[in-house]
């Protein structure tokens, strides 16, 4: 199943968290605490952002990150690849480009079709990233709604 | 000051409400959307939409905004006083936008904000 991994999900936590405090170094140690995230995975990830160019580092005592700039021109397609392996060759454990099934390839070519369109900086950036989705307003009343018939029924004389 | 919907976004919300109370979930007439922020998001608080029909409560805002009754308690109302919420259908999902010119920082994870 394509779901976006731990990994991806602390990357865009801090990548998020550097777009939000852009114009100033934020430590690693911050951005755990902030977003309770593991101190050490999450500076492996920091580093390996740094490789790619999607964060800079400044050394020192006041050290730590800033977010570079362009984020825009980044794709969550990259930023899978820059932390796990090509998502053409995770989808179906081989290259999309192997034998397989064609209707499997052609949903393997949408799929990453849509990863390749989402940019990171429309998952990060304040007033563009979706605060609350819409399903989580429909989920909330059922629920809501479920539990209300459950007491009604519960209350009915027997 | 208050909370505005924008047209898309109440458009939205009266279609759930619609759909919902074809399900059953209450009269659509009594329909209101709850607005509020909790605590659990990393930064203290995250945004809540919720629809109820409860009457307004003593320590409630109530408020119209395109046609959709919106219920706020007041704890909620100290940080969404002045809040647009926007409705964005877009290749990375569906759902509402806060605008909110109280937020200071907000957090990473998407869902929360410090004010």
Do not use: W
């Not at chain 1, 990863?115 to 007033?127: F, N, Y």
């Not at chain 2, 209101?32 to 939409?49: A, D, E, I, P, T």
């Not at chain 2, 109820?52 to 007041?74: N, S």
Request: charged share 25%; proline share 3%; glycine share 10%.
């Amino acid at each position: 199943m394509l779901c976006v991994s731990k990994k991806v999900d602390y990357a865009l936590s801090a990548l998020s968290f550097l777009a939000v405090h852009a114009g100033r170094v934020c430590s690693a140690r911050e951005i755990a605490e902030t977003h309770n995230l593991p101190l050490p995975r999450l500076m492996n990830l920091l580093k390996r952002l740094h490789r790619k160019g999607l964060v800079r580092s400044v050394r020192g005592v006041r050290g730590g990150y800033h977010v570079s700039e362009g984020l825009d021109r980044v794709s969550l397609y990259e930023l899978i690849t820059i932390l796990e392996v090509d998502p053409a060759h995770r989808l179906n454990g081989e290259a999309i480009e192997g034998n397989g099934f064609g209707p499997v390839q052609a949903l393997q070519y949408r799929l990453i079709g849509f990863l390749k369109s989402v940019s990171i900086a429309d998952l990060i950036v304040p007033g563009r990233r979706i605060d609350v989705p819409l399903e989580r307003v429909r989920a909330t009343k059922r629920k809501h709604h479920k539990q209300q018939t459950r007491l009604e029924a519960s209350l009915q004389p027997a | 000051m208050a909370i505005n919907l924008t047209e898309a976004a109440a458009s939205e919300i009266k279609k759930i409400i619609e759909d919902q109370a074809k399900e059953g979930a209450f009269k659509a007439e009594d329909a209101k959307l709850r607005v509020g922020v909790k605590g659990g998001g990393c930064s203290g608080f995250s945004y809540m939409l919720d629809l109820t029909e409860e009457p307004k409560g003593e320590t409630d805002e109530e408020m119209e905004a395109h046609g959709v009754k919106i219920l706020c308690d007041m704890k909620s109302y100290l940080y969404l006083n002045g809040v647009e919420i926007d409705f964005k259908d877009e290749v990375m999902g569906r759902g509402f936008v806060f605008k909110n010119p109280n937020a200071t920082s907000t957090c990473g994870c998407g869902s929360s904000f410090q004010a």
